[in-house]
Each structure stands twice: as structure tokens, then as C-alpha cells.
């Protein structure tokens, strides 16, 4: 598993975050402005799809700042499987057989 985490990491990540950190700060705050879901919205508001289409391009642009988008949709998909469950407790989509919890059970 060290070697997984060390691929991941820069071997310069202190130098790149020292010398980066105020346009990394940018970026992410740019990146939550534009993927933040607001509070009691279900998983058929457009802003969802739109949530996720900001962070496929992001994340295709393959800049130094993709990254920040993959930790982005990690936190988004949470988010969503949240909303799915508030959906499904509120009765806003119907129970059909074989359909799984959005949780994954461990």
C-alpha cells in the first residue's frame, strides 16, 4: 500500500504547496463555488448533473489541479448518496425490487 500513496505523492509536494498555495487556494475555492449542492436538493435537480460535468472537465484538463478535483468528486459522491437517501425517505423515488441501498455496506 506505500507504494500506491507514493505514486500518488509528489515527491517536491512541500516545495510545489509552498510555492503553489495561493493559486491552489483558488482553484479549490473556485471548484466549491462551482460543486457545492445546496441543502434539501434531490437527486434530479440539474444542478447535480451540472455539479458533476464541472468536475469531468476539471479533471480532463489533466492540469496540476486535477487532482484537487478527484478529492472534489470524492466528496461529491458522498454528498449524493446522502440526497439518494433523503430521497428515498421522503418517498421521492419509488422502492422497486433489486434496487440496492446508495450506501455501501462493509
Not at 483558488?26 to 447535480?48: F, H, M, N, Y
Request: charged content about 25%; aromatic content about 8%; some cysteine.
Amino acid at each position: 500500500m506505500s507504494s500506491l500513496v507514493q505514486s500518488l505523492v509528489r515527491q517536491d509536494a512541500k516545495t510545489f504547496f509552498a510555492e503553489n498555495c495561493e493559486q491552489l487556494f483558488r482553484e479549490w475555492t473556485s471548484l466549491l463555488q462551482r460543486t457545492t449542492l445546496p441543502a434539501g436538493i434531490t437527486c434530479a435537480d440539474k444542478r447535480v448533473l451540472d455539479a458533476f460535468e464541472v468536475l469531468n472537465a476539471q479533471i480532463a484538463e489533466g492540469s496540476i489541479f486535477s487532482r484537487l478535483a478527484y478529492v472534489r468528486l470524492a466528496q461529491t459522491f458522498a454528498a449524493l448518496e446522502e440526497i439518494i437517501e433523503t430521497d428515498r425517505e421522503n418517498g421521492r423515488i419509488a422502492p422497486r425490487k433489486g434496487r440496492g441501498n446508495a450506501k455501501h455496506r462493509h
